[in-house]
């Protein structure tokens, strides 16, 4: 926040959090340096699995010139970082929904989609401009089983149109080979989960749809946002370092080869190919994944606990 824009009359309170790097009015700090207690200060920072995080989670700053301690808190995927955002409630909600079929189908209805059929792969596309898109999706088209893929209206509609050379809107039904594809309108939080719930396999952008498609507990797909230099790579890696722990080296090599060609514009077809053998084993995974993530607690858990310890 810029000096000015805080208004004066706005008293510290016990704990403060500015975020992603924003900084306070002086006129602030200078409120919080003279309150007898002094409030715990917290830099909440952006989302990264990268080790350096770690070494840097719950570090204290001193302030330059006044009786103060910034601490930096890094949101993470593993027990030792800030944890994800995650709120109450939600797992049993998502759990719930996914075993009530009438449910299922009664949100199917309300977005002009068909319920779902034995044998049917059900899949969201939302991702950034992707020319890999397109290979993903006459893999599909190509494939053995009969893909329904759902895409909400975004930067990668393009990209599905060239496809099918024709201009593509929400409300639109096309048909290619095994595949079936419609377009979506954007929808709010609460149906974008129900859309990452109902797939068995989310293809995801960005940092929040990322965190949600983990609550979904389905095999998905993160489409990072690119960055110079390529240095959003690195980002990736890091994730699937932590997102592949554990898992059968050669499951883990192909869910690696699938984020990377998605994320590289590389030879999708065949990383999808090899990746979806394994989907099976792949949704025990995000089970499984899913619920160690929230072990130790959620973001906010983690950031109160931490509070307490510095009050």
């Given at each position: 926040?810029?000096?000015g824009?805080?208004?004066?009359d706005?008293i510290?309170?016990?704990?403060?959090?500015?975020?992603?790097?924003?900084?306070l009015?002086?006129?602030?700090?200078a409120?919080?340096?003279?309150?007898?207690?002094?409030?715990?200060?917290?830099?909440?920072?952006y989302?990264?699995?990268?080790?350096?995080t770690?070494?840097?989670?719950?570090?204290p700053?001193?302030?330059?010139?006044?009786?103060?301690?910034?601490?930096?808190?890094?949101p993470g995927?593993?027990?030792?970082?800030?944890?994800?955002?995650c709120e109450?409630?939600?797992?049993?909600?998502?759990?719930?929904?996914?075993?009530?079929?009438?449910?299922?189908?009664?949100?199917?209805?309300?977005?002009?989609?068909?319920?779902?059929?034995?044998?049917?792969?059900?899949?969201?596309l939302?991702?950034y401009?992707?020319?890999?898109?397109?290979?993903?999706?006459?893999?599909?088209?190509?494939?053995?089983?009969p893909?329904?893929?759902?895409?909400?209206?975004?930067?990668?509609?393009?990209?599905?149109?060239?496809?099918?050379?024709?201009a593509?809107r929400?409300?639109?039904?096309?048909?290619?080979g095994?595949?079936?594809?419609?377009?979506?309108?954007?929808?709010?939080?609460?149906?974008?989960?129900?859309?990452l719930?109902g797939?068995?396999?989310?293809?995801?952008?960005?940092?929040?749809?990322?965190?949600r498609?983990?609550?979904?507990?389905r095999?998905?797909?993160?489409?990072?946002?690119?960055?110079?230099?390529?240095?959003?790579?690195?980002?990736?890696?890091?994730?699937?370092?932590?997102?592949?722990?554990?898992?059968?080296?050669?499951?883990?090599?192909?869910?690696?080869?699938l984020?990377?060609?998605?994320?590289?514009d590389g030879?999708?077809?065949?990383?999808?190919?090899?990746?979806?053998?394994w989907?099976?084993?792949?949704?025990?995974h995000?089970?499984?994944?899913?619920?160690r993530?929230?072990?130790?607690?959620?973001?906010a858990?983690?950031?109160?606990?931490f509070?307490?310890?510095?009050?």
């Amino acid at each position: 926040m810029a000096s000015g824009r805080l208004s004066a009359d706005i008293i510290p309170a016990d704990a403060v959090i500015e975020a992603f790097g924003c900084r306070l009015p002086d006129s602030f700090e200078a409120a919080m340096a003279a309150r007898a207690v002094k409030p715990a200060w917290i830099n909440l920072e952006y989302l990264s699995a990268e080790d350096w995080t770690l070494s840097h989670h719950k570090l204290p700053s001193p302030h330059p010139r006044l009786p103060l301690t910034k601490h930096f808190f890094f949101p993470g995927f593993n027990a030792a970082s800030g944890g994800l955002i995650c709120e109450d409630g939600l797992i049993d909600a998502r759990a719930a929904w996914q075993a009530d079929e009438a449910a299922q189908n009664a949100y199917w209805l309300r977005r002009s989609l068909p319920p779902r059929v034995n044998g049917e792969l059900r899949v969201s596309l939302f991702a950034y401009h992707n020319p890999a898109a397109v290979r993903l999706l006459q893999a599909w088209a190509d494939g053995p089983l009969p893909v329904r893929c759902l895409v909400p209206e975004g930067k990668v509609l393009p990209d599905v149109a060239s496809l099918f050379s024709r201009a593509l809107r929400a409300g639109d039904h096309v048909q290619l080979g095994n595949l079936e594809l419609h377009i979506l309108q954007m929808s709010d939080q609460d149906d974008y989960d129900r859309l990452l719930w109902g797939c068995d396999f989310n293809c995801v952008r960005g940092e929040d749809s990322l965190v949600r498609s983990q609550w979904a507990a389905r095999p998905m797909l993160w489409h990072i946002y690119p960055q110079e230099d390529d240095a959003h790579l690195a980002k990736l890696e890091a994730f699937l370092d932590q997102y592949c722990a554990g898992l059968p080296a050669e499951m883990a090599a192909a869910l690696r080869a699938l984020s990377l060609a998605w994320n590289r514009d590389g030879d999708i077809a065949a990383a999808w190919r090899d990746a979806a053998s394994w989907l099976p084993a792949w949704r025990e995974h995000a089970t499984n994944w899913q619920q160690r993530l929230l072990k130790d607690g959620d973001l906010a858990a983690r950031l109160l606990h931490f509070i307490a310890e510095i009050s």
